[in-house]
């Protein structure tokens, strides 16, 4: 027998349970750990299994997706060949198909200006942003509408689809955000007058849904002009939306702008800076970058609402999918259009969230 | 600011009492086209073709006044009008002529400040309902359910009609065209209500369309026409009897293929006064004689407009009805062009 000093060992760890690792372990532990997670489960899975194979058989596995007219369409399922047969004109409207290129022309010059931005490196930013804040509403202007240059004119009444849609997004929200910053800090300022005009807009425009600007520019303003003398829709519903756009942008700079610490002021007025310099330099861009969530916000709002053109006869995104399907060779397909709408829509709008996700992170120096 | 609020409330007053006095025909001949307002999609009346026209028989009748005035039936650009806008757009001179699936009423000739100048289509509220239910008139409708879109002119003609019945029924409300048709395809209701053009034109979108069809009965009446603004009689007169003139060259078997050819060999008066080859028709509304050739030639009669656009062969397969030339026991009367 040897005398050997018993030594502690350390005996190996036992594997946990089976039932509380792997994928078993998680299941029990998220979706089966009581009785009422349990149910909640296998109703959920019962409403899955209701409702994605129809739609899925529907939108993909029994859809027809060539042909040219709606006899092509005889599987039962969605019938892609009709946005596949309108695609132009969801595209572009009734803009006229051998001018479309002046439209590709203008989008790929925003794209690639744009594009430049994105990377960090690119050595002409300042030059470029210049460019496309003054000079590229001039040039897409031109570009589009024509009468110049040997371009042909376009008249606004021929703009629809997705390009209708963004050019009132982009007007309304570029052109909204300088007025905006000028009317929250009207509204914060010490100036009892401006105060009055900057509170009295903003409350004005803030109080009247969309719909009711639209109807005014479209349908009143027209009676309370000399007769004769008419401006094109397109501009009186723009001006419309970007007014409107404007007043809210205000509220939520404002917002920005009143998180700024007292301090911030202070330390920017013992230098001695005037009340521009100060804003421009120290205040709004700290208040610009924290209500970047909240400008996002308002866009998205705003590139949804454009759908709302269609009540004074713009054809937008949705409306030329609506007035596609009242072409008597494609009646029925309006399942279809909506289908292609929502999803147009939501691409646009979830591209535009990630993309100030991604300005957050970048803008974010740390307080 | 006073004196603008009284500039601002006296072209209110204009805008509704004293519409436009001057010329519309010269400023028309002075733009180069005809500014015609329609729907933004109504099948068969207006609606966009795949090349981006505007197709329909309400956009027919505007090229017909672009024929007459200026022997091109493309010399006409179209405003598509939303319901709410569309009185506003001729009022304030946006648009010449009206010319929107629009029911002409005492109202809108007098209160508006408009005028109706004819009608192109008589339209009526009718309903259809499944075969399968055997029944064969609305009056047998007592206890129905009846799909409808809400809050317009239909959902009170059936209310008028059934109360004046005395018999019962059960509404069920949408609120977009698309929505009735569904609920109705699904079951939701028995009967589906609307305008006689609209259910011919809903009923493609039905699974089985064949398994559906119309009461006879029509249960309101809508005479759909164009409309001008009260008070440029000229005007009017021009578009009146551009109208006209479709329909009586159907009457007189003069079509768009066979126009150039009864030019050269019509002996009767009537035919070659409506062809512009004898009399001062177009002169005295202060047009080309040629004008009514130019519609025929170029937009064709209100038969063939009818059957290119909504007619049996299409497919909202209408049949002439009402709408058939009071020869054949329609509606359609033209005035005689002398």
Redesign the interface.
């Known amino acids: 027998m040897t005398d050997a000093t018993p030594t502690f060992e350390r005996s190996p760890d036992l594997p946990p349970p089976a039932s509380t690792v792997g994928v078993v372990g998680w299941l029990r532990q998220n979706l089966f750990s009581t009785w009422y997670n349990t149910l909640l489960t296998i109703l959920a899975l019962w409403i899955v299994w209701e409702a994605v194979p129809p739609v899925i058989s529907w939108a993909f596995l029994t859809a027809d997706w060539a042909g040219t007219s709606r006899d092509d369409c005889t599987s039962g399922g969605a019938c892609w060949v009709f946005i596949k ?2 695609f132009g ?1 969801f595209i572009y ?5 051998e001018e479309r290129w002046r439209i590709n022309f203008g989008s790929i010059i925003l794209i690639v200006c744009a594009a430049t931005l994105f990377f960090p490196r690119f050595p002409y930013k300042l030059w470029v942003s210049l460019f496309l804040i003054f000079v590229y509403p001039i040039v897409a202007f031109f570009l589009f509408s024509g009468d110049a240059f040997g371009l042909e004119w376009v ?1 606004t ?2 703009w629809g689809g997705l390009f209708l849609t963004l050019v009132i997004a982009i007007v309304g929200c570029v052109f909204a955000l300088p007025i905006g910053i000028v009317l929250a800090l009207g509204r914060r300022s010490d100036m009892p007058a401006v105060r009055a005009v900057c509170v009295a807009f903003i409350e004005l425009w803030r109080g009247v849904p969309l719909i009711t600007v639209l ?1 005014m520019a ?3 303003f ?7 003398l ?1 401006f094109d ?1 397109l501009l009186r519903a723009l001006i419309g939306i970007m007014l409107f756009q404007a007043a809210y942008l205000a509220e939520v700079i404002r917002g920005g702008l009143q998180a700024i610490p007292r301090g911030q002021y202070e330390g920017a007025q013992a230098l001695g800076l005037s009340y521009w310099k100060m804003m421009i330099l120290i205040i709004l861009p700290q208040a610009l970058k924290l209500v970047i969530p909240g400008i996002v916000n308002s866009f998205i709002a705003l590139l949804k609402d454009t759908t709302l053109v ?4 713009l ?1 937008d995104f949705l ?1 030329m999918i ?8 494609w ?2 397909f ?1 399942v279809e259009g909506y289908v292609f709408a929502a999803f147009v829509f939501w691409v646009l709008c979830f591209g535009i969230s990630r993309y100030s996700l991604h300005l957050e992170r970048k803008l974010h120096t740390g307080h | 600011m006073q004196y603008k609020m009284l500039v ?1 409330a006296a ?2 007053a ?3 009492a004293l519409p ?1 006095s ?1 010329a519309t025909i010269d400023d028309v001949k002075a733009k180069g086209h005809v500014q015609c307002g329609v729907s ?5 009346f207006s ?6 026209n505007w197709t329909g028989i309400d956009v027919d009748v505007c090229r017909a006044v672009a024929a007459a005035v200026f022997g091109d039936a493309n010399k006409v ?6 319901a ?2 569309r009185f ?2 001729l ?4 648009v010449d002529v009206l010319s929107r699936n629009t029911t002409w009423t005492l109202t809108r000739d007098t209160a508006l400040g408009l005028d109706f100048v004819g009608v192109n289509f008589y339209d009526g509220q009718g309903f259809m309902i499944r075969k399968d239910m055997g029944i064969d008139s609305a009056t047998k409708l007592d206890g129905a359910s009846v799909c409808v879109n809400i809050g317009t002119t239909t959902e009170l003609n059936m209310a008028d009609y059934f109360r004046a019945n005395n018999m019962k029924y059960e509404p069920v409300v949408f609120e977009k065209a ?1 929505e009735v048709v569904a609920a109705y395809d699904a079951g939701r209701c028995d009967v589906y209500t609307t305008d006689r053009s609209g259910l011919a ?2 009923r ?2 039905l699974k089985d369309p064949s398994a559906h069809f119309v009461l006879p009965e029509t249960i309101s009446k809508e005479p759909l026409g164009p409309v001008v603004r009260h008070g440029d009689n000229q005007w009017g007169d021009v578009v009146r009897w551009s109208l006209i003139t479709m329909i009586e060259a159907e009457e007189m078997g003069l079509n768009s293929g066979n126009v150039d050819d009864m030019r050269k060999t019509a002996t009767n008066p009537a035919v070659k006064r409506v062809l512009g080859t004898e009399g001062d028709m177009g002169k005295v509304l202060g047009l080309g004689n040629d004008w009514s050739y130019n519609i025929i030639k170029q937009v064709g009669n209100y038969g063939e407009v009818y059957a290119k ?2 007619g049996p062969n ?3 397969g209408l049949a002439r009805g009402p709408n058939e030339l009071w020869t054949n026991g329609g509606l359609m009367y033209p005035m005689p062009v002398r």
Request: net charge negative; no cysteine; proline share 11%.
């Open positions: 047969e309108w004109q409207g009734r803009y006229p198909i008249e009444p021929l109807f479209s349908v009143m027209p009676l309370f002009v000399p007769e004769g008419t829709k269609l009540i004074i006869g054809f409306g609506q007035a596609a399907g009242t072409n008597p060779d009646l029925g309006a | 601002a072209a209110l204009v805008g509704f436009a001057s933004q999609g109504l099948p068969g609606n966009p073709d795949q090349a981006g650009k179209f405003t598509p009008l939303s709410k806008e506003t757009a009022q304030s001179g946006e698309d034109a809903q493609v979108k656009h909504v299409t497919p909202i």
